[in-house]
């Protein structure tokens, strides 16, 4: 069985400073559009969603259903954050299937 995340929230944050703490340098809630465009609450980019996805229901909104393969959130290379030093991805995911 095909395990499928819902995606309700997607944060990139990086260490922008040697030895300071990580900061945010992109967020995706997903949970105000059923459009194709995931809107960057940190620069306010308009990134493309690309793959096969859908909008479900979400704990507060909606949520973006990955298809486990090909979904993926695409942004020009000129217009991504730079990330000199170390960075960390930040989600929360709810799995369509629990596998055990």
């Known amino acids: 069985m095909r395990t499928i995340p819902y995606f309700l929230f997607l944060m990139l944050a990086a260490e922008l400073v040697q030895g300071q703490a ?5 967020s995706w809630a997903f ?3 059923h459009s194709a465009l995931a809107t960057d ?6 990134d493309k969603i690309q793959g096969e996805f859908r ?3 979400g704990v507060r909104g909606e949520a973006l ?3 486990g ?3 993926h959130i695409a942004r020009p290379p000129a217009k991504a954050p730079a990330l000199t030093l170390g960075f960390t991805v930040e989600t929360w995911v709810a799995l369509d299937d629990y596998p055990w």
């Open 69 to 71: 393969y090909t979904t």
């Open 55 to 57: 909008f479900v229901p």
């Open 22 to 26: 990580p900061q945010p340098v992109a």
């Open 31 to 33: 949970d105000d559009s």
């Open 65 to 67: 259903e990955f298809d």
């Open 41 to 46: 609450a940190i620069s306010g980019a308009r």
